[in-house]
């Protein structure tokens, strides 16, 4: 593997490329699966496939890189994720007593709601949306993320709110 100064297999560049992208890209690809574990996992082997071909890596790429192959991953993940998830979905029961304040229930109620609201936006609103709301991203920088310009980025965060309005009620403001 020939090191140059301007290489990716330069371990400066490298652990640069880390310490600059690793938890964007972990968030980004946790908005999309669901699964902080599975996101973390996801990127550490994106990063390590890198590492392996860090010669032929453009070092000024690597960003849009790294992007690609967790993409790639989470796709190929995507399917058996979804299996998981139905799975879990079944086994997890909440079993409150009658004993529970009304407080309880209700924030109970609302948070099952939001959940619901969000997950029934599409892929693409709900990464747009949990980039900006969560991982308090610009648009700019959701723009660059997901490879889309910043009038997308805007329609789909429009989408998502009038959505989850509609789900959630009126009277909300996000």
């Not at 020939?2 to 371990?11: A, G, I, T, Y």
């Not at 998830?85 to 409150?96: F, P, Q, V, W």
């Not at 610009?138 to 660059?144: D, F, L, N, R, V």
Request: hydrophobic share 40%.
């Amino acid at each position: 593997m020939p090191k140059q100064k301007d290489s990716l297999c330069e371990e400066r560049n490298f652990d640069a490329l880390f310490n600059a992208h690793y938890e964007t890209a972990r968030n980004y690809i946790y908005y999309r699966c669901g699964s902080l574990q599975q996101a973390e996992d996801i990127v550490q082997d994106s990063f390590v496939k890198m590492w392996k071909r860090c010669a032929d890596i453009i070092l000024k790429t690597a960003r849009s890189f790294l992007f690609t192959i967790c993409n790639n991953a989470l796709r190929n993940e995507f399917d058996h994720q979804k299996v998981v998830l139905k799975h879990e979905a079944t086994l997890i029961k909440e079993d409150r007593d009658d004993e529970s304040p009304d407080f309880i229930l209700e924030v109970e109620d609302f948070r099952k709601k939001l959940e619901n609201a969000i997950a029934n936006l599409s892929d693409k609103e709900r990464e747009v949306f949990l980039l900006s709301r969560i991982d308090k991203k610009s648009y700019k920088e959701i723009a660059e993320i997901t490879n889309i310009s910043v009038k997308a980025v805007e329609r789909r965060m429009s989408n998502a709110f009038i959505n989850l309005r509609t789900a959630l009620g009126t009277h909300l403001k996000f």
